[in-house]
């Protein structure tokens, strides 16, 4: 939900760490019943996809910022410079 109430950029992508974690505690809830462990090689699997995800927008956030000055959503209304 915070994805689509906040409008600061850094605020957004801690939403979508938020909504990573809770399905990583998911996986790892359902892992209980499964004999392979399965689920834990899953949140493995989501928390790199997560590191690196975070890694690349916060490089696109600090060019944009850099570039124009705005860390506001609403004022991002172009991308070019």
């Known amino acids: 939900m915070i994805v ?4 600061s950029v850094i605020m957004i992508l801690v939403g979508i760490e938020l909504i990573l974690n809770a399905a990583n505690i998911n996986l ?21 996809v997560a590191v690196a995800e975070s890694a690349v927008a916060l490089a696109i956030v ?20």
Do not use: C, W
């Open 28 to 48: 790892v809830a359902f892992s209980q019943n499964d004999p392979n462990l399965s689920g834990q090689m899953m949140t493995l699997f989501v928390i790199v």
């Open 4 to 7: 689509l109430i906040k409008r």
């Open 62 to 81: 600090y060019q944009i910022f850099r570039h124009q000055g705005v860390s506001d959503m609403d004022q991002l209304n172009e991308l070019k410079g």
